[in-house]
């Protein structure tokens, strides 16, 4: 009996073992979850925050995070069309210290530097370096 119940704890700690670093390691590589898209229009809606404050039933609160956010800035996210729906943004790959005005460089006019492109950033709205890092995250 002493034997049968080794077995079955070394069997229950080998799955351990093996399956909880598995899904540690998906969430790690997963994709980043898009966030949701509006499924009402904005018109006559300027104030986002009236009804996802929380205090609401039956609607969805934005996220702590969201809470100083300006109301114009929700459809870069939310809107079907916004490029964070259509395609994965691409990463920071340099450090942001002494470097926070994006468009300081990203302005097109700097060799090998990108800049937004119009039809996804700068037609919407999306023209200030504050907004940059809703979406691209430093990867060094």
Do not use: W
Not at 81 to 108: F, V, Y
Request: proline share 9%.
């Amino acid at each position: 009996m002493r034997f049968v119940r080794f077995i079955t704890a070394a069997a229950a700690l080998t799955v351990v073992g093996v399956v909880l670093p598995a899904q540690a390691l998906a969430q790690a590589t997963a994709p980043a979850k898009k966030p949701p898209v509006l499924i009402h229009t904005t018109e006559d809606r300027a104030n986002c925050m009236m009804c996802h404050s929380g205090k609401m039933q039956g609607l969805p609160a934005a996220p702590a995070d969201h809470a100083e956010r300006p109301n114009e800035s929700c459809a870069f996210c939310h809107a079907a069309d916004a490029a964070i729906q259509t395609k994965e943004p691409k990463a920071i790959p340099h450090a942001l210290e002494g470097q926070a005005n994006c468009l300081m460089c990203h302005s097109g006019k700097m060799a090998n530097i990108p800049a937004p492109p119009a039809e996804s950033h700068l037609d919407k709205g999306i023209n200030d370096s504050k907004y940059c890092g809703y979406c691209h995250k430093v990867t060094s």
